[in-house]
């Protein structure tokens, strides 16, 4: 048995992967195992990894099923105490699973470490992430509050992972997410202030793509998780139906396009006023005076103004010659 197994899965990703992997491999903390899924993947990523032709690093390659049977194929044959995942085109600083491991065992009630990434792009632009606004999960607030951490730099225990049956397949582009919920109820969700990744961003990437859906799917797991709290399980065969059952429609839509439209904020977009009217404002009459839907309110007005002060916190201190922080 090994410490660490930390599990990258791959399609097509050959232009990072090396230097994904050799960032693993260079780690300071030297008791881990590396699995590499190549998730049928039509350029030379799996040559890449054997390549390395390292001991530690095991490489899967499979048909073509997607992030989520890559992920759970890779915790099946998984020897650690502990997973970390590592995505094919991030880089890991030499340090993280040292930071990580000693973390977790300094804190047996936290289920789940994270910490500070700092992304870059093609222009080398950085900016500095926990992938999070919350500390704690509390379920029964409207919206939710939930705990995450940037799913590439995360490190979990394995048991826990395992006795919730790994990654679910139910909620695209939002597996994480719905993870980080399932996980709650079993610790902390944690994010020291220690910088364990850098991520690049760029136009190609699933998470931008695919915004929209994936923050559809993001709520409907949060209705999910509400939902299994008060009846212990529900059946996933109609997850939009269960949904309706935990917050109407006239609620529900409002909240993704809110949800939606903070995503955009957030990357980087232009503030669309009429955008941002028509979630906080446009609803039945019945709806927008629910307490429910003013916590809504408050939230998407608490959002932009928290984006507008980070913003002018950030030109200011670039106009001094300092980093953000």
């Given at each position: 048995?090994?410490?660490?197994?930390?599990?990258?899965?791959?399609?097509?990703?050959?232009?990072?992967?090396?230097?994904?992997?050799?960032?693993?491999?260079?780690?300071?903390?030297?008791?881990?195992?590396?699995?590499?899924?190549?998730?049928?993947?039509?350029?030379?990523s799996a040559e890449i990894a054997a390549s390395f032709q390292d001991?530690?690093?095991?490489?899967?390659?499979?048909?073509?099923?997607?992030?989520?049977?890559?992920?759970?194929?890779?915790?099946?044959?998984?020897?650690?105490?502990?997973?970390?995942?590592?995505?094919?085109?991030?880089?890991?600083?030499?340090?993280?699973?040292?930071?990580?491991?000693?973390?977790?065992?300094?804190?047996?009630?936290?289920?789940?470490?994270?910490?500070?990434?700092?992304?870059?792009?093609?222009?080398?632009?950085?900016?500095?992430?926990?992938?999070?606004?919350?500390?704690?999960?509390?379920?029964?607030?409207?919206?939710?509050?939930?705990?995450?951490?940037?799913?590439?730099?995360?490190?979990?225990?394995?048991?826990?992972?395992?006795?919730?049956?790994?990654?679910?397949?139910?909620?695209?582009?939002?597996?994480?997410?719905?993870?980080?919920?399932?996980?709650?109820?079993?610790?902390?969700?944690?994010?020291?202030?220690?910088?364990?990744?850098?991520?690049?961003?760029?136009?190609?990437?699933?998470?931008?793509?695919?915004?929209?859906?994936?923050?559809?799917?993001?709520?409907?797991?949060e209705a999910i998780a509400i939902a299994e709290l008060r009846h212990?399980?529900?059946?996933?065969?109609?997850?939009?139906?269960?949904?309706?059952?935990?917050?109407?429609?006239?609620?529900?839509?409002?909240?993704?396009?809110?949800?939606?439209?903070?995503?955009?904020?957030?990357?980087?977009?232009?503030?669309?006023?009429?955008?941002?009217?028509?979630?906080?404002?446009?609803?039945?009459?019945?709806?927008?005076?629910?307490?429910?839907?003013?916590?809504?309110?408050?939230?998407?007005?608490?959002?932009?103004?928290?984006?507008?002060?980070?913003?002018?916190?950030?030109?200011?201190?670039?106009?001094?010659?300092?980093?953000?922080?």
């Amino acid at each position: 048995m090994v410490s660490v197994s930390c599990v990258l899965p791959v399609f097509n990703g050959a232009n990072f992967l090396g230097e994904a992997i050799r960032s693993v491999l260079d780690q300071t903390f030297s008791d881990f195992e590396l699995i590499v899924v190549d998730d049928g993947s039509t350029d030379n990523s799996a040559e890449i990894a054997a390549s390395f032709q390292d001991s530690r690093i095991t490489i899967l390659k499979r048909t073509n099923a997607g992030i989520v049977a890559a992920l759970n194929a890779g915790l099946q044959v998984a020897r650690g105490k502990y997973i970390a995942r590592m995505d094919a085109d991030d880089i890991s600083v030499p340090n993280r699973f040292e930071k990580q491991v000693e973390y977790l065992e300094l804190h047996p009630a936290c289920v789940l470490v994270g910490g500070l990434a700092q992304g870059f792009d093609e222009q080398g632009k950085e900016g500095f992430t926990t992938g999070g606004r919350h500390t704690q999960t509390d379920l029964s607030c409207f919206p939710p509050k939930v705990a995450v951490s940037l799913h590439p730099l995360i490190m979990i225990r394995a048991d826990i992972l395992r006795s919730i049956g790994g990654y679910r397949a139910h909620f695209k582009h939002a597996e994480d997410y719905d993870l980080y919920l399932r996980l709650a109820i079993y610790g902390s969700i944690d994010n020291p202030s220690e910088l364990m990744l850098f991520y690049r961003r760029h136009a190609s990437a699933m998470s931008i793509q695919n915004l929209a859906e994936q923050e559809r799917n993001a709520a409907l797991s949060e209705a999910i998780a509400i939902a299994e709290l008060r009846h212990g399980s529900v059946l996933l065969e109609d997850v939009e139906g269960t949904a309706r059952a935990v917050w109407p429609a006239s609620l529900f839509e409002p909240y993704v396009r809110f949800r939606i439209w903070r995503r955009n904020l957030v990357a980087g977009g232009e503030i669309n006023w009429r955008v941002f009217l028509g979630v906080v404002l446009n609803l039945s009459p019945g709806t927008i005076f629910s307490s429910s839907y003013f916590g809504l309110r408050v939230r998407a007005c608490g959002s932009l103004i928290k984006l507008l002060v980070g913003r002018y916190k950030v030109q200011l201190q670039k106009g001094r010659g300092r980093r953000p922080s």
